[in-house]
Structures are given as structure tokens and as C-alpha cells.
């Protein structure tokens, strides 16, 4: 397969290298994380170009990797009209997303203290296969969770008003009805409001260092205000009742996609067109999911203010416990693109892929609106993660999308294989990093060196402009499920 | 009882598992056996529930889809998980299969925990005869 250069650090599958292809596939990368990205990704990013509907180019950012269905990295856009909507271009974890904290801590006071924080904040957010959250939650108040998102939890006494300011969407994303919901969804997903889950979701406490501040004045207007300063970052998602609507709807689109007459390269890239019955009745399930990862990345934040609150013996909001932003992977989301000169109404898939408006957005919070949306890129529980702003170029390049991690480079057996999780856990415990694990053997899969270079791949995304680095953090205590 | 063992290089942050069985109860028990092995250390996790499922679909592979999606929903609905099931499977399309499960409620103080299953993906799944048995390639979204 053809992957011709492009642009600095844009390369381009044509249409001619797969037959069905409407659009050309487009990467972007160094060349050293070219190298790095498995066949897989070329056969996925050049599959969903062939989608009905797809306009301009089938995206991958720089930490893609090969997914199921979509690539990990994954952006694209169909027309609402004409186009179609796909789970396999979603996830299974509808809205897994990042949440940042910030606080008027710094690296000083929390060192003291860090390993009873960590154990802290380990026993009040459950992690791991088959734990249950706190929030006991009737069937009627879940469906109220679907609808109204985090708003709900800031209703019932889990956040504070201002959360909602600093959350894509405000914590909710319209659309969401429970009447689309299974029974089954609910069921799963009842009792996990406030878990964390397991693989690469965690709970992290990060410094930002002096070395680490790559542009202070927009650091500045982020709350990045002081050397040394704790931040506390959160990624996880819908949890089971996510997983439940994809796995529900993978099923009914498998059997649609017969009936709307479409045939797809890949299974998983079953779709059904966006106005269809299918269609309409996935987005109202998705948006519903959507809304229940805000909630659960609420009531976690709600719980970090409780565990730290007592630790440091203060108020969360004498700790300056505030939200920087909370923002989506896996959505796809009703929005208004610009394309070869025509406004469009584009359905924009965004699987392991973030959210990047530029200044002046409309949805961009106030307080950021002219510097851009913040962009929260998790890196690896070793290697650190870092803070960017979206870009007029995202909007104009990449539908205002750019990636959302490093990027896998191998798979968790082959990590497995690689270090033992004890092993691991005394290494970075000799490094300052405080790591307190559900499973060991997930602490071994989620290894740095399992990891592309997070560094590289934020730079391609600076050097490209479809986002701009402000922030890179240092790991010192994660929670892992 | 049937094999399986996990496949590198595909799906990187996910699990892919081919499975064999010397007939499809064998392969459908073999699967089950193979998902716990995803979740948790089987030999950590007390005998201490027996379950009936049944479930009917009108494709052997939507079954299979369907089977251990209804094991990933069990985790998360009773946070239970099986690590022995005796499967029977009649029918010519559609088809019903009643399996009799064995395992444990999830305690951390006692299993081994390893990775949440999220979701059985359709991404290079196949059932399919091969070699006098049947065989299967599933990829386990982590």
C-alpha cells in the first residue's frame, strides 16, 4: 500500500490503493512514529474511507495504533444527511475521556504525604473487574443520570456548579434518551457510577515542573500558576453500561446493514445511515452513555475532593480543587464543519481521538476561549501526559481533532512478557512514583516502554498546528484498576 | 477440553484469543474458560455459584457473540465469573444453547484480578470447522 507524503508530518493512502476507497486516508506522523504504526492501521484508516458518506479523508493522528473496526486515532466525518454512524467507529467505551484538576498544592506539600494519599484515593475510587461505585442509584435516577450527565451529580450534591463550565458540553450531550436504551445496559451499568475500570484508565497525581512549562502565558490562563504545582488527572469512560449499547447496537447494525443495503471491509464497521431508525435510535443510546462517563468522572472528582479534603486536613476549595477540563475519546458528535468551501452537518467520529476547537469557538469555555480548548493527553502511568490547546488549523485540518495518548506500540502480553508488575511497581516506587494497582499484572501491560514517545507525538502535533503543547506533566501516585 | 491461546500483534490494546474445540460444546467451553483467563487468574476464583444460561440466535456465530458477551454482562451485573461451563447446543438455525456455569462472586481479597473485559468485538471474528473440530478467533476489547 502506497503512503505517499503529504506535507510535513502528513502522509496519504490515495483512493486508488483499496478498491471502495470515496476518500483518501490521512496520517499523521513522523516518520519515526510512521515506522512505529502497525499494518493495521493502514488496512483500518483505509477501510473507513470507503464508508458512505465519509468527506475529505479518513483520519489517524500520530499515537494511532491498530484498533478493531476504526484505527486507534481514528477521525471521520459523514454527512448527516447522506452519512452513516458506526459504533466500531466509537468504542465499545462510549466517552472515555480525561478530566484534569488542578490545585494550589504544590510537589512539597504532597510528598510528605503522597503514599497516604495514593492509599487514599485508592480505597475511596473502585478500580478493577467487578467493582461497584458508591452511588446507589435507583432505575429511575440512572435514566436521570442518561439525560442530564454530570449535571445530575452537581444536582445531587457530587460537584461543584463550575465543573460544568470546564466539561465538554457541558457534562451533557443532547440527544441522550433512555428510551433506547436495553434493560440490560441499565442493569450492567447500574452500581458502577464512581469506578474507575482497569487497562490503561487510571487515577493520577502529577507535578508540573518548571521544565515542563512550554508556553507560561497560556499556561497561566489554564491555572498552570506556580512551580511545582499538584494537578490530578482522570481517565475512564461509560463503564459497563457503555460497553452494554455498543454491544447491543454492534448487533443490531450487524443485522441493518443488510436491510440499508450497505456492506462494509470489516465486520465491526457495521453502520446504519445516521437518519435511519438505527441510526437515530444509536445516537439517543450513545448520547446517553456519553452523558454517564461525565457523571462518573464527576462523582470520581467528587471523591478526590473528599480524599484530599481530609488528607490536607483543608477545604477542596481552599485546595483550589477546580476543574481545568474534561474532555471526550470516544463520541461522535453532531457538528458543523467547513468543507472545500461548503458549511456541512457532519456526524464526526472520533474513536481514541480528541476533541481540539480553537479560539473563539463557540463551545469553547469563556475563560479559554481565547487561547482555545484545552486537550488532555494521557500518556503512560511512567512517562507523564501533557496539556495542549485546540487550533484554528484543527478546525480547518482535522475537523478541530487531534490525538488523545501515546499510543500503544505492543501488545499487553508482549509487555507482560517483558517486565513482571512487582518488578515494575518497586522500579518506579524507586523513581518517587507511588503506584497502588487492583492487579499487578495490569500494572506490568500498562509499562512505559510499552508506549510510543508521548514527547514525539505531542510535538507532531504542535509542528503540524492542529494543536499547541503548553503543559507537560511528571507522574508521582497513580491508582490503577 | 479444547485450546486456546492469545495472539500477538493484533488490536494492540485489546486481546485476541483463537480458540479450537473438538466439537462446538468443547469450543463454546473452551471460549468461557478462555474469557475468565482475560479477567482473572481462574484458579483464584472460589467454586461457589452454579448458573443456567440459555440464549438462542439464528447464526453459530452470533451465538458464540452472544455467549460470551452474556459472561461479560454477568461480571458486571452479579460481578461474578465462571471459570467451568458444560455447554449443550441444539438446532439446526435457529439455534439454543443451554450451558450449566461454575464460579465465584469477584472478592479482590482472594481473586487475582487482570483485565476487564469490556465488549466482544466483531473485528476478525470467525467460527469456523477446521481439522475434524471447529476453531474460532475472537478479539476481547480491554
Redesign the interface.
Given at each position: 500500500m502506497k503512503v505517499n507524503p503529504a506535507g510535513d508530518c502528513i502522509w496519504e493512502i490515495p483512493p486508488s490503493e483499496k478498491a471502495g476507497m470515496l476518500v483518501p486516508a490521512r496520517i499523521y506522523a513522523s516518520e519515526t512514529l510512521l515506522g512505529q504504526m502497525?499494518q493495521?492501521v493502514f488496512e483500518q484508516v483505509t477501510n473507513v474511507a470507503c464508508l458512505p458518506g465519509i468527506v475529505r479523508a479518513a483520519l489517524c493522528m500520530p499515537d494511532g495504533?491498530?484498533?478493531?473496526?476504526f484505527p486507534?486515532g481514528g477521525v471521520a466525518a459523514f454527512r448527516a444527511d447522506t452519512g452513516v454512524i458506526s459504533p466500531?467507529g466509537i468504542?465499545?467505551?462510549i466517552n472515555c475521556g480525561m478530566r484534569l484538576l488542578r490545585t494550589h498544592l504544590t510537589e512539597d506539600d504532597v510528598r510528605p504525604r503522597l503514599a497516604e494519599l495514593v492509599e487514599a484515593l485508592f480505597r475511596a475510587v473502585p478500580c478493577?473487574?467487578?467493582a461497584?461505585g458508591f452511588v446507589r442509584l435507583t432505575a429511575s435516577a440512572f435514566r436521570d443520570v442518561m439525560r442530564e450527565g454530570a449535571g445530575w451529580c452537581v444536582r445531587h450534591g457530587y460537584g461543584w456548579p463550575e465543573d460544568l463550565e470546564c466539561t465538554e458540553g457541558h457534562g451533557c450531550l443532547p440527544g441522550a434518551d433512555p428510551e433506547h436504551v436495553s434493560e440490560?445496559a441499565l442493569?450492567?451499568?447500574?452500581q458502577?457510577l464512581g469506578t474507575l475500570?482497569?487497562?490503561?484508565h487510571y487515577l493520577e497525581i502529577q507535578v508540573a515542573r518548571p521544565d515542563g512549562i512550554h508556553d507560561a502565558k497560556v499556561a497561566g490562563v489554564l491555572g498552570v500558576e506556580r512551580p511545582g504545582q499538584i494537578f490530578v488527572m482522570l481517565h475512564c469512560g461509560s463503564?459497563?453500561f457503555g460497553?452494554?449499547v455498543?454491544?447491543d447496537y454492534?448487533?443490531t447494525f450487524?443485522a441493518a446493514m443488510r436491510r440499508h443495503g450497505i456492506t462494509v471491509r470489516?465486520?465491526?464497521l457495521?453502520c446504519a445511515p445516521f437518519r435511519s431508525a438505527e441510526g437515530q435510535a444509536y445516537f439517543a443510546a450513545m448520547n446517553a452513555a456519553a452523558n454517564t462517563a461525565f457523571a462518573n468522572r464527576q462523582v470520581i472528582t467528587h471523591r478526590v475532593r473528599e480524599v484530599m479534603s481530609a488528607v490536607f486536613a483543608k477545604d477542596p476549595h481552599e485546595l483550589g480543587l477546580s476543574v481545568v477540563y474534561d474532555v471526550c475519546h470516544n463520541t461522535a458528535k453532531l457538528e458543523r464543519h467547513r468543507v472545500d468551501g461548503e458549511v456541512l452537518d457532519l456526524v464526526v467520529h472520533r474513536k481514541g481521538a480528541t476533541r481540539a476547537f480553537g479560539p473563539g469557538m463557540p463551545d469553547v469555555p469563556a475563560v479559554y476561549r481565547a487561547v482555545g480548548q484545552p486537550v488532555i493527553i494521557g500518556g503512560s502511568m511512567e512517562t507523564g501526559s501533557a496539556l495542549l490547546v485546540g487550533t484554528a488549523h484543527a478546525m480547518a485540518e482535522t475537523f478541530g481533532s487531534t490525538a488523545h495518548g501515546a499510543g500503544?506500540?505492543?501488545?499487553?502480553?508482549?509487555a507482560k512478557r517483558r517486565v513482571w508488575g512487582t518488578k515494575l511497581l518497586e522500579d518506579m516506587a524507586g523513581r518517587g512514583i507511588v503506584v497502588r494497582a487492583?492487579?499487578?499484572?495490569?500494572v506490568a501491560?500498562e509499562a512505559g516502554f510499552a508506549y510510543k514517545d508521548l514527547r514525539a507525538v505531542v510535538d507532531v502535533l504542535d509542528r503540524i498546528g492542529i494543536s499547541h503543547k503548553v503543559v507537560s506533566f511528571t507522574p508521582i501516585g497513580n491508582i490503577k484498576? | 477440553m479444547g485450546r486456546y491461546h492469545f495472539v500477538e500483534g493484533i488490536a494492540l490494546a485489546d486481546c485476541a484469543i483463537d480458540v479450537e474445540g473438538a466439537d462446538l460444546p468443547d469450543l463454546f467451553e473452551t471460549a468461557a474458560l478462555a474469557l475468565a483467563d482475560v479477567m482473572v487468574d481462574p484458579a483464584t476464583v472460589p467454586t461457589t455459584t452454579r448458573r443456567t444460561i440459555t440464549l438462542d440466535a439464528a447464526e453459530l456465530d452470533l451465538l458464540l457473540y452472544d455467549w460470551l458477551s452474556e459472561l461479560i454482562f454477568r461480571k458486571d451485573r452479579d460481578a461474578e465469573v465462571y471459570t467451568r461451563a458444560k455447554v449443550a447446543i441444539d438446532g439446526g438455525g435457529p439455534f439454543r444453547l443451554v450451558a450449566d456455569v461454575e464460579g465465584g462472586v469477584l472478592d479482590p481479597a482472594r481473586t487475582e484480578l487482570r483485565s476487564d473485559a469490556k465488549a466482544v468485538t466483531f473485528h476478525q471474528f470467525a467460527l469456523e470447522r477446521a481439522h475434524g473440530g471447529w476453531r474460532a478467533r475472537i478479539v476481547i476489547d480491554i
Open positions: 502497525d493495521g495504533h491498530w484498533g478493531y473496526g486507534i466500531g468504542g465499545f467505551d478493577g473487574v467487578g461497584r440490560r442493569e450492567r451499568g447500574l458502577q475500570g482497569s487497562g490503561n463503564r459497563g460497553h452494554q455498543g454491544t454492534l448487533r450487524d470489516d465486520r465491526e457495521a500503544r506500540t505492543m501488545s499487553r502480553h508482549q487492583a492487579s499487578k499484572s495490569g501491560e484498576g | -
